[in-house]
């Protein structure tokens, strides 16, 4: 018998990286009806779908996908969302490297099912043509909830808990929601009407949004209470920038990623002056650092005219934190990588104004606490490397606003708020918490798991009890 031609994996296009390396637009333009399907024909529908086991939030993968197989998109979508509130994010940003693509059986032997493709083409159709229905909510229950922070977490739960009858009111200190899928992940990553779109479909099921209100200096948690809240969510990030702390670090120049891509992306800076916030743009830019947020600062500098745009990073390639596909897509784009590298001194001019950077070159030890093997410097392997713009992309700390200002509330040794692993319940009553401000940085869809158990959790504490 004939052996069965193997379906290769389906190419997402792209934008050329000359061209995409001077825009914002987004990278990936999308597959067409014709090749998701054909993509979803290379998915074995397996009996035991260890793809599900690799997904934070258990979508139905195997589910899904066999409708995309028979052209049932608007169906396949609504099979995502029993599980995934915000598929076209997840689709384009999840490590699906590391998670369900990284488990499916076809990518034992070949590449595996392009899941992550597959959500955002879904998600992205009926965003096209809204077609599927809103899901059912419950009878309301007449309980109040106040949720903190409008990033992936703090989403979650608000659309989990407004389905299930209660009354949800986001509140966000900056003046759009979104969390860093808005101020962080650049546009040509992550368009910001997706997740306005998906944001504005919350607020169509009755979650009311509260902009600019920083709980914890306009409002406490205590006086939220007072106010009638029933429970409150927090799901405030861990957006304090970090730095090196090393000679020159104050020089004029010198930017935490935060601020860089803030100013770029939520401020629109990559539009002055049509939009009012200016950013420095680099001739020859360094970024410190090689996880997300650092591949995102080097590639925004290429479109904001940089001539070099390189990554300083002090480990090797094999320890790189980033996807896959933007280290990928940097490369291509031209950022330059200069591993096994650590800086030692910022260099200035008479001005104050950033003309440099000192390092030493560096080997790998033994692993560290992290199970990472630890960089060593070499002596003796000084060098220098221009640069008018830095940008410090080492990671970042707990937003300590609302923590500092909180009584009753337990935090741990890096003051990250102290949650139930299971519940996201607090040390404080009637209060629970979830993603980054827990864990530390970590990822979209792991944010979004935590404020699927805990939005479990309010609704027992509200219809049973703590
Ligand atoms: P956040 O997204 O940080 O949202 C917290 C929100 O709370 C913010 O809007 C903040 O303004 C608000 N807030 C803070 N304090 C208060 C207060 N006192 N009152 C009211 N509101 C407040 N993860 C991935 O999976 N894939 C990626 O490709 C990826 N890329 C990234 C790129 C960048 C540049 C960054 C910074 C992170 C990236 N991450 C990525 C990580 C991911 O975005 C985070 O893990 C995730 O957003 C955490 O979600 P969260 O809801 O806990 O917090
Ligand atoms: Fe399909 Fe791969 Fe999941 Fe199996 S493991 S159901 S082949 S996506």
Same mark, same amino acid.
């Given at each position: ?17 000359? %061209? ?9 333009? /999308?597959?067409?009806p014709?090749?998701a399907?054909?993509?979803a ?5 397996? =009996?035991?779908?260890?793809? !599900? ?6 979508v139905d993968i195997?589910g899904f996908i066999s409708l995309v197989?028979e052209g049932k998109f608007t169906a396949a979508i609504s099979k995502v969302w029993e599980k995934n509130g915000l598929p076209a994010v997840c689709g ?26 597959l959500e955002r083409f879904v998600a992205d159709y009926e965003r096209m043509n809204k077609k599927a229905s809103l899901p059912?909510?419950? @009878?309301?229950?007449?309980?109040? &909830? ?8 703090? *989403?979650?739960?608000?659309?989990? *808990?407004?389905?299930? /009858?209660?009354?949800?009111? *986001?509140?966000? @200190? ?18 910001? #009407?997706i997740?306005?779109s998906e944001?504005?479909g ?5 979650? =009311? ?36 702390? &090393? ?27 049509? $939009?009012? +916030?200016?950013?420095?743009?680099? =001739?020859?830019?360094? +970024? ?5 947020? @650092? ?16 990554? %300083? $990073? ?5 320890? !790189? ?23 030692? =001194?910022?260099?200035?001019? #008479? ?19 992290? /199970?990472?093997?630890?960089? &060593? ?14 940008? &410090? ?7 300590? *606003? ?35 401000? !827990? ?25 049973? /009890?703590?």
């Amino acid at each position: 018998m004939a052996k069965k031609e193997l379906i290769p994996r389906q190419p997402m296009p792209e934008q050329a990286p000359e %061209v995409r390396s001077k825009n914002f637009e987004e990278v990936p333009t /999308g597959q067409s009806p014709e090749t998701a399907i054909r993509e979803a024909e290379r998915c074995l529908q397996c =009996k035991k779908p260890v793809c !599900v086991d690799g997904c934070p939030v258990g979508v139905d993968i195997p589910g899904f996908i066999s409708l995309v197989k028979e052209g049932k998109f608007t169906a396949a979508i609504s099979k995502v969302w029993e599980k995934n509130g915000l598929p076209a994010v997840c689709g384009r940003v999840c490590p699906q490297e590391l998670q369900c693509e990284g488990k499916c059986i076809v990518g034992k032997k070949n590449e595996p099912v392009a899941i992550g493709n597959l959500e955002r083409f879904v998600a992205d159709y009926e965003r096209m043509n809204k077609k599927a229905s809103l899901p059912e909510k419950a @009878a309301p229950t007449g309980k109040k &909830i106040a949720v903190v922070g409008s990033g992936p977490s703090g *989403l979650t739960v608000a659309g989990d *808990l407004i389905l299930k /009858g209660h009354e949800v009111t *986001l509140f966000e @200190a900056f003046h759009k929601p979104g969390g860093v899928l808005v101020y962080g992940i650049p546009e040509f990553r992550l368009p910001k #009407e997706i997740v306005f779109s998906e944001v504005a479909g919350l607020e169509k099921l009755g979650v =009311k949004l509260e902009c600019n209100a920083v709980v914890g200096r306009t409002i406490s948690l205590d006086e939220l209470f007072e106010e009638g809240y029933d429970a409150i969510y927090i799901g405030v990030g861990a957006g304090l920038p970090r730095f090196l702390n &090393i000679p020159g670090e104050n020089l004029i120049g010198i930017l935490s990623a935060n601020e860089y891509l803030t100013r770029s992306n939520l401020m629109k800076a990559y539009r002055y002056p049509e $939009y009012d +916030t200016p950013v420095i743009k680099g =001739k020859n830019v360094i +970024t410190l650092g090689a996880g997300n947020v @650092a591949m995102d600062s080097a590639r925004t500098a290429l479109r904001l005219g940089a001539e070099t745009s390189r990554i %300083v $990073y002090r480990r090797s390639r094999d320890e !790189v934190p980033a996807r896959a596909a933007e280290v990928h897509h940097a490369e291509e784009e031209g950022v330059e990588f200069f591993f096994l590298t650590n800086p030692t =001194k910022f260099l200035g001019n #008479e001005k104050g104004r950033l003309t440099g950077m000192e390092g030493l070159k560096m080997e790998l030890g033994e692993p560290d606490d992290s /199970g990472r093997r630890r960089p &060593i410097p070499i002596e003796g392997s000084e060098f220098e490397l221009e640069c008018d713009l830095a940008i &410090i992309a080492v990671g970042a700390g707990a937003n300590p *606003l609302l923590t500092q200002s909180t009584e009753g509330l337990k935090l741990n040794k890096w003051e990250y708020i102290e949650a139930d692993e299971k519940t996201g319940k607090t040390s404080k009553k009637g209060v629970w918490a979830g993603g980054d401000i !827990v864990t530390g940085s970590a990822t979209v869809i792991l944010a979004m798991g935590a404020g699927r158990q805990a939005a479990d959790s309010i609704h027992d504490y509200l219809t049973i /009890g703590w």
